[in-house]
């Protein structure tokens, strides 16, 4: 074996092996919204002010980098807890000279979101009821939630887009009060 064969599988060792582990201690593996969802979800977007959006589960960054791109004015914070997809980011975020965004490898149920204006998620079922309960501990400034797929548990969104694949996947925007 060359060392470059070597090099090579270490690599790819690497990668798999954190993503498993991401998948295992999360409970979820990172999985990219598709193209509709991201386009939904920035239409959504485009009701919420010109507030704070963070990103919670931003896997492989690819809404982060379509959100900073359609809101250059506003400020884009993306949290990823899986080390190779945050890693995959920081280097997409820098080769794009993306300015406008702050991504941090954490677990977003032990940052402080407090400071956002608009929150944009593709979780599961159980992330949903753990942020439902964060939330109600420290809504801050949150004005908006925005979800691909899954709902926000005992809230009614105020808008719900239909995409038009298979399933029909639903996209939520849930409407806090401003008090």
Partial sequence: ????????????????????????????????????????????CDETGDGPIYELGSGWGHMLVALARRYPHRSIVGYEASLFPWLVSVVWLKVLAVHNVKIYRQNF???DLSGASVVVCYLFSKGMASLKVKLGIESGELKYLISHHFALPSFKPVKTIGLNDLYQTPVYLYRFSES
Avoid: D, N
């Avoid at 270490?10 to 201690?25: E, K, N």
């Fill in 109 to 111: 149920l032990q940052a």
């Fill in 1 to 44: 074996m060359s060392i470059f064969e070597v090099a090579l599988f270490i690599t790819t060792m690497f990668v798999l092996l954190s993503i498993v582990w991401g998948t295992v201690t999360l409970g979820i593996s990172p999985m990219p919204s598709s193209y509709k969802a991201r386009q939904a979800m920035l239409s959504l």
